[in-house]
């Protein structure tokens, strides 16, 4: 149960998330008295005109930036949750290895990551990438997504992407958050995973009703893929809301962020 000292939060966004996208939940939830912040992995890109130069970064790319961001505050003694978002459920599930609290114990050592809270994600079995994933999903709710020559993916045209993505709100709104997007390495999506990190700790999970783009059948086979390799029960809380919950119901996406780590 609940220590005297709170544990640190990471927001990992999905695909195209700036952790700025976030903002009004970390208002909320650091209200409460937690520490949490967004991370800007790798395979986001700098803005919606402006990729990152060199080669393609990789999920690997991501899931060693959010191990490096976590082992930073774990180094500290403290007890991590770590709250990914869509894709990037991806990531964070191979980022933990070593860093578990059972692990760090083991070691001798303080501190670990001791939650996964999965916000509405995509959650792929050992060998399967988040293409495989979205490969499972109803063809009227595939995000149109185009790769450039560059290998950077961009919403064009950003319409049906708005109405999938951001389904609670109206088209003119959603449009707006599209448009802010930044681009996205779309070999991000085709690297298989090597470590499922979710063996390896508690997990909870938001799972959103009216999503389109994860559907909630999607989300429900990757909570019990999650339970079966796990053996343990998935915290599982639902709400009515869409794919970006964070843009129209920051609130509810702060209350829950703050009942799992109020059991920490």
């Not at 595939?142 to 950003?158: A, Q, S, T």
Request: hydrophobic residues 40%; contains cysteine.
């Amino acid at each position: 149960m609940g220590s005297t000292t709170k544990p640190s939060i990471l927001l990992i966004p999905g695909s195209f998330g700036l952790p700025e996208f976030y903002d009004s939940v970390f208002e909320l939830v650091r209200a409460k008295g937690y520490d949490i912040r967004g991370l800007h992995k790798p395979s986001v890109g700098l803005s919606a005109r402006q990729s990152r130069p060199g080669p393609l970064p990789t999920m690997y790319d991501d899931a060693a930036y959010i191990a490096k961001e976590a082992e930073k505050l774990i180094d500290q003694g403290k007890d991590v949750i770590l709250v990914p978002h869509s894709y990037g459920g991806v990531p964070t599930s191979q980022s933990t290895k070593g860093l578990s609290k059972k692990e760090r114990q083991e070691a001798g050592k303080p501190g670990g990551i001791v939650n996964i809270a999965y916000l509405t994600c995509l959650t792929p079995a050992l060998g399967q990438t988040a293409a495989d994933v979205l490969a499972t999903v109803p063809a009227e709710g595939r995000v149109n997504l185009n790769v450039k020559e560059d290998g950077w993916m961009i919403h064009d045209p950003p319409e049906p992407s708005a109405a999938l993505s951001f389904s609670d709100l109206p088209l003119e709104e959603a449009v707006a958050w599209i448009l802010k997007f930044p681009q996205h390495s779309a070999v991000s999506f085709t690297n298989p995973l090597t470590h499922a990190g979710y063996k390896d700790v508690d997990v909870s999970y938001l799972l959103c009703e009216k999503d389109l783009v994860i559907p909630p059948a999607i989300q429900r086979a990757g909570i019990e893929m999650i339970e079966k390799e796990s053996g343990r029960k998935v915290d599982v809380t639902s709400i009515p809301r869409d794919h970006i919950p964070l843009a129209g119901h920051p609130d509810e996406v702060a209350d829950w962020i703050v009942k799992v780590a109020s059991k920490y």
